[in-house]
C-alpha cells in the first residue's frame, strides 16, 4: 500500500512538473497550449463505485504497474464522480491495483493494445477498517467544489475563536497578519450560514466567533458572483469560506466577554456577542482598552475590505490613497475614510453591530447592514534620521515631535436584494462613511549637507481639524434570459466625497544657505475643502454563440466626475488680532470636470480543463479644468481629450487534480488627482513644501499577473506561486528643487516605471503526527524615476527573502508554531552623488500553548524584530515576549488568566520608508512591560453543553 502510494505521488509530482512546462509556455507566447501525443499512445479510464450503497468513490488510488518491469509504475486519483484516467501508455500487459480507505482493495490484470474503458468497478466494504472510515468520513468530505470539515473533529482550547479551529484543518493556514489560505490561495470572502458577516470582513467572524458554536467548516471553490449572476461561467474561482452554526446555537446567544486591569493603569475590556435563528443573524462587537490595541490594525482593515483595502478605502469616486503602517496601526492618507494618525500611546474605544435576515417563502428579499464606529486618542514621541539627495551632496535632517491626536469615524453599510423570479436579481446598495480628525504637533528639526554645511534648524506648532463625509450608492438589474440565451444587467451608481480641512502653521526657520543665519516665521492659518461629485452608467449584454462553449458580452460606460477644491490662507495681523491678510501663493481654487466613456466587447471559450476570456475596449477620457487665483481671475485652464485600445486577457486552467493556471493581462488609464493638479503651494511642512502641476498627462498601465496552484487531497500538500508584472508610462514622480535649505516638490510624468512582485510558498504535513511545515520565497523590485535640481535620477529597489512556518499541535493539550521570516532590501539610485542603500530585516516568532493539567494552561508567544544596515540608532534586534497562565472555571464558562506583556521590557517602534529621493528611519515611543490579571465569559444562554467532544482525530 506504502509503495502504491509512493508511486501515486511521483507521478502526480511528474505531472506537476510537466504543468509547470505548459505556464511557461504560457507566459512567452500568451497563446493556446497544445499536448502532444505518442503515435502509438494508447488510454485507460474506469469509474469506481460502492458495491454496496452504488456511491462514487472519490479520492481513491489507482496504480498502474508494467507486469513485465514491475519497477515501473503510474499512478492516478479518482474524481468526486469516481472517474480515473491514465494517459500516454505504451500497449503492453499491466497489473491494475485499486485501494480506497474503507474498501478493500481490488487488483486486476490489463491487457492493451488500443484505447480501453473498464467501464464500472465497484469496491467491496473493508468491514475491518469501516470504524475508522465512519470517523474519517466525519471529519472530512469531499464534494464538486467543496471540501467540508466536522468540526467536532477537531479539538480545540476552551473559549478559542474560530481562527485556533481553522489552523487545524488540513491544507488551510493563517498568516501573521490573519489572513485565511485555503490549498495556498488566500479567502476572498468569509459567510456564516451562506450570509456576508459584518461586510466582507473574514477576521471579523474568525477571530470573534467561538469554535464550540461551529458545525461545519466548508471551503468552498467558488464561481465569482458576476458568473452566477449572468449564468455564463469565465473560469475565473474564488475562495470561499462558510461556517455553518450548530442547530442549538440558533435559538439564543453566545459569545465572549473580558474585562482586564493591570499594572501602570492598562486596561482592556472586549465584547462579542451573536444571535442566530433559520434566517437572522445579529451580532454585537465591543472594545475598549488604552494598551494601543485598536480594532482598526491594518491586519483588520484588510480584513474588512475582504483582502483588498482599495475596495472600501480608495475614494469612491476614483483618485490615489496611500497606506502608512506603523507598528500595526495604519494611516490611509488621500481617502476621507479612516485618517487614523494616532501614534505612540493610544486608547480606543470601538464597537459595531451586524444584521442580516430574509423574507418570503425562497428567500427572495434579503437584507443585511452592518454599522462601526471608533474613537482613538493618541499621543505620540516622534524621532525621525532624513537623508535626501541633492545634486552632488546630501542633505540630512534630524527632527523630534510630539503628537496629540483625537480620531473619530463611523462607518454605515447596507446591501438590500430582492430576487422577484428566478430570473431577475435587484440589488440596491448605499454607505456612509464619517470621519473626524484633531491633532496638534510640535517639533523640533535642523539639517546640514555634507558638503555645504548646515542648512537650517527651527521649531513648528502645527494644528489640524479634518471632517471626511463621503457618500456613496449603487442600484443594479440583472435579467437573465430564458433558456440560458445569456443576460443583460444595467448598474448605476454615484459617490459624494468631502473633505474639510483646517490648519494653523507656526513655525521659525533659520536659514544658514548664505553664511549667516536668517530667521523666517509663518503664522497662517488655512482652510480647505474639496467637494467631488461622481455618477456612472454601466450597462452589459452577454450571451452564448455558436455552441456552449462560446458566449460573447459587450458593454457600456460612461462616468462623469466634478471635483471643486479651493485653499484659502491667511497671515496674522498682528495689529487686529486675527488672521485676515491673505497669501497669493498660498490661495486659490480648481473647477475639475471628468468624464470617461468606453464600449467593451469581449469573448469566453470554454473547455473542459482551460478556459479563454479575451476582449478589447475602446475608451475616450476627458479632462477639463479652470484655476482661479484668490482674486477670482482664471490664471490656468486645461482641456484634454485621450483616445486608447484597452485589450485584455485571461486563461484559467483547472484539472481534475485541483491543479490550476490563472494568467490575467489588462491595461487602464488614469487621471492625474485632484491634488496633483491643483498649483497651490503647502507648506504644511516648512522644510518640504509641495505644489500641484496643472500640466499632467493620465497615466497609462499594462499589467499582467500569472498564478499557480496545486493541491494533493490524498497527503495535503500544496505548492503555489504568482508573478505580477506592471509597467507605466507618463507615470507621477517628483521633481524636487533646493530653495534656500526648503525642498519644493512638483509632481511630473515619467516613462517606463514598473514593478515585479513574485514569490512561491509549499505546505505539508509533517511524517510526525499533528506537525505541519511551509517553505516561501519572495522577490520584489521596481524602478521609479524623479529630478533633482533638474537632473533626472531612477531609482531601482529590490527586495527579496525566504520565510518558513512549522506548527505542531497534540490533542489539543499542546498547540505550538514557530515563524522565520528574512528580507533583504537594496535601493539604487543613477545620480552617483545619491546614497545607495542596503539593509536586513528580521521578523521572527514563537508560540507555545501547553496544558499542564486539567483546565490549567500557559501560553508563550516570543517575537525577534531586527534590522541592520540602517542609520545610528535606528537599528533594533528587539526580543518581544508575551506570556500567560490561564485557569478554566465552572465547566470552561470562565477563564481566569494572569498575563505580562514585554516582559524582557525591548519593545521598539522603528520604520524606515524609501522614495526615490529620500530615505527616511523614523522611531515611535511604544507600549511597554505591564501585567494584568483578565476574566473571559463566555455567553451560552441557550444551546450545547461547552464541552467539545473529541473523537479520534484521522485527518492531520
Known amino acids: 500500500m506504502v509503495d502504491d502510494w ?38 485507460l479510464k474506469a469509474k469506481l463505485l460502492s458495491a454496496k450503497t452504488n456511491e462514487p468513490i472519490g479520492y481513491a488510488a489507482a ?94 482550547k476552551p473559549n478559542a475563536a474560530v481562527e485556533e479551529l481553522l489552523k487545524k484543518l488540513p491544507g488551510v493556514e493563517i498568516d501573521r497578519d490573519g489572513n485565511i489560505l485555503v490549498q495556498g490561495q488566500k479567502v476572498s470572502r468569509l459567510t456564516v450560514d451562506g450570509k456576508d458577516f459584518f461586510g466582507t470582513d473574514p ?138 494618525n494616532a501614534i505612540g500611546d493610544v486608547t480606543t474605544h470601538s464597537g459595531g453591530l451586524n444584521y442580516s435576515n430574509s423574507w418570503g417563502k425562497k428567500n427572495n428579499l434579503q437584507l443585511s447592514s452592518s454599522y462601526f464606529t471608533y474613537f482613538s486618542r493618541g499621543n505620540g514621541n516622534r524621532f525621525s534620521n532624513v537623508q535626501d539627495f541633492s545634486q552632488g551632496d546630501i542633505l540630512r535632517t534630524g527632527e523630534i515631535s510630539n503628537r496629540l491626536s483625537d480620531n473619530q469615524a463611523h462607518r454605515f453599510n447596507l446591501k438590500a436584494e430582492y430576487h422577484p423570479d428566478s430570473l431577475t436579481d435587484i440589488v440596491l446598495r448605499p454607505n456612509v462613511i464619517l470621519n473626524y480628525t484633531t491633532n496638534s504637533n510640535t517639533k523640533n528639526f535642523n539639517s546640514k549637507f555634507d558638503a555645504a554645511g548646515k542648512s537650517n534648524d527651527g521649531s513648528q506648532y502645527f494644528s489640524q481639524k479634518n471632517v471626511t463625509p463621503s457618500f456613496f450608492g449603487e442600484f443594479s438589474v440583472l435579467r437573465r434570459l430564458g433558456n440560458k440565451k445569456g443576460s443583460v444587467s444595467l448598474r448605476l451608481n454615484g459617490t459624494q466625497n468631502t473633505y474639510d480641512s483646517d490648519w494653523l502653521n507656526r513655525s521659525s526657520v533659520n536659514d544658514y544657505t548664505s553664511g549667516a543665519a536668517v530667521l523666517k516665521t ?28 462560446w458566449n460573447a458580452n459587450v458593454g457600456y460606460t460612461y ?22 491678510a491673505i497669501v497669493p501663493d498660498f490661495s486659490n481654487s480648481l473647477a475639475n470636470h471628468n468624464w470617461l466613456q468606453a464600449a467593451r466587447v469581449g469573448f469566453i471559450y470554454t473547455r473542459t480543463e482551460w478556459t479563454y476570456n479575451f476582449g478589447f475596449g475602446l475608451q475616450q477620457t476627458g479632462l477639463s479644468a479652470d484655476t482661479y487665483n484668490s482674486s477670482g481671475a482664471n490664471i490656468a485652464s486645461i482641456d484634454k481629450t485621450y483616445y486608447n485600445v484597452l485589450p485584455r486577457l485571461t486563461i484559467n486552467y483547472k484539472n481534475k487534480s485541483n491543479q490550476t493556471i490563472q494568467l490575467n493581462y489588462n491595461s487602464n488609464v488614469n487621471l492625474p488627482s485632484v491634488n496633483d493638479l491643483q498649483p497651490v503651494q503647502n507648506n504644511s511642512n516648512p522644510l518640504y513644501q509641495r505644489i500641484g502641476n496643472p500640466n499632467l498627462e493620465a497615466r497609462k498601465s499594462h499589467r499582467m499577473s500569472i498564478n499557480f496552484n496545486t493541491f494533493s487531497a490524498d497527503n495535503n500538500r500544496y505548492w503555489n506561486g504568482y508573478f505580477l508584472y506592471n509597467l507605466s508610462f507618463d507615470d507621477i514622480g517628483n521633481e524636487v528643487k533646493y530653495v534656500n535649505g526648503v525642498q519644493v516638490v512638483r509632481p511630473v510624468n515619467v516613462d517606463g516605471t514598473y514593478y515585479i512582485n513574485t514569490g512561491t510558498f509549499f505546505g505539508m504535513p509533517a511524517k510526525l503526527k499533528g506537525m505541519r511545515m511551509g517553505y516561501g520565497l519572495n522577490f520584489y523590485t521596481s524602478r521609479n524615476k524623479g529630478f533633482i535640481n533638474d537632473e533626472k535620477n531612477t531609482t531601482t529597489r529590490y527586495n527579496f527573502g525566504p520565510n518558513a512556518n512549522l506548527s505542531y499541535d497534540v490533542d489539543g493539550k499542546l498547540n505550538s508554531g514557530i515563524f522565520l521570516s528574512v528580507g533583504y532590501n537594496k535601493v539604487n539610485n543613477s545620480i552617483p552623488a545619491a546614497i545607495d542603500n542596503r539593509y536586513f530585516s528580521f521578523n521572527n516568532s514563537v508560540n507555545i500553548s501547553y496544558e499542564l493539567f486539567k483546565n490549567f494552561r500557559i501560553d508563550t508567544q516570543l517575537e525577534h524584530n531586527g534590522s541592520a544596515g540602517r542609520s545610528d540608532g535606528f537599528n533594533n534586534n528587539a526580543f518581544l515576549l508575551n506570556a500567560g497562565l490561564e485557569q478554566y472555571l465552572m465547566k470552561n464558562r470562565l477563564t481566569l488568566a494572569l498575563k505580562g506583556y514585554d516582559i524582557l521590557k525591548q519593545n521598539t517602534n522603528i520604520e524606515r520608508n524609501v522614495n526615490n529621493t529620500r530615505i527616511e528611519d523614523v522611531r515611535f515611543n511604544s507600549l511597554t512591560r505591564y501585567f494584568y490579571l483578565s476574566l473571559n465569559y463566555k455567553i451560552a444562554k441557550v444551546g450545547a453543553s461547552n464541552q467539545r467532544s473529541n473523537p479520534r482525530n484521522t485527518v492531520n
Not at 508511486?7 to 512538473?17: E, R
Not at 482652510?527 to 455558436?546: C, D, H, W
Open 6 to 43: 509512493l508511486a501515486l505521488n511521483l507521478n502526480k509530482t511528474n505531472k506537476q512538473m510537466k504543468l509547470m512546462k505548459k505556464m511557461a509556455f504560457l507566459v512567452i507566447v500568451c497563446g493556446l497550449c497544445t499536448k502532444a501525443f505518442a503515435q502509438d499512445a494508447v488510454h
Open 522 to 549: 509663518i503664522d497662517q492659518q488655512t482652510g480647505q475643502e474639496n467637494i467631488s461629485k461622481t455618477y456612472t452608467i454601466n450597462a452589459n449584454y452577454v450571451r452564448p454563440i455558436f455552441n456552449a462553449r
Open 63 to 156: 496504480v498502474l504497474t508494467l507486469v513485465a518491469d514491475s519497477t515501473k509504475r503510474t499512478g492516478a486519483l479518482s474524481n468526486f464522480s469516481g472517474e480515473f484516467e491514465f494517459a500516454n501508455l505504451k500497449k503492453d500487459h499491466y497489473l491494475l491495483k485499486l485501494s480506497a480507505l474503507g474498501y478493500k482493495t481490488l487488483t486486476m490484470k490489463v491487457a492493451l493494445n488500443a484505447d480501453q474503458d473498464l467501464g464500472v468497478l465497484k469496491l467491496e466494504d473493508d468491514a475491518i477498517g469501516l470504524k475508522e472510515v465512519q470517523i474519517t468520513a466525519s471529519s472530512m468530505q469531499v464534494k464538486k467544489d467543496t471540501v467540508e470539515f466536522n468540526a467536532e473533529a477537531f479539538k480545540t
Open 559 to 580: 462616468n462623469n466626475g466634478q471635483v471643486d477644491a479651493e485653499q484659502l490662507t491667511y497671515n496674522y495681523n498682528a495689529l487686529t488680532g486675527r488672521y485676515e
Open 203 to 340: 477576521k471579523t467572524a474568525t477571530k470573534n466567533l467561538p469554535a464550540d458554536a461551529i458545525a461545519k467548516v466548508q471551503l468552498i471553490d467558488s464561481k465569482t458572483q458576476e458568473a452566477k449572476a449572468t449564468g455564463i461561467d469565465d473560469g475565473q474561482r474564488e475562495k470561499v469560506l462558510n461556517l455553518t452554526i450548530k442547530a442549538d446555537k440558533k435559538n439564543g446567544w453566545f459569545g465572549n466577554a473580558s474585562i482586564a486591569g493591570g499594572t501602570t493603569d492598562k486596561y482592556n475590556s472586549y465584547l462579542s456577542a451573536n444571535h442566530f435563528n433559520k434566517n437572522l443573524q445579529f451580532a454585537v462587537l465591543g472594545m475598549s482598552n488604552n494598551i494601543n490595541n485598536s480594532s482598526f490594525a491594518f491586519e483588520d482593515l484588510s480584513s474588512f475590505s475582504g483582502g483588498n483595502i482599495g475596495n472600501i478605502f480608495a475614494p469612491p469616486a476614483g483618485g490615489s490613497f496611500s497606506i502608512n503602517v506603523n507598528n500595526g496601526r495604519t494611516t490611509i492618507g488621500g481617502s476621507g475614510v479612516f485618517d487614523n
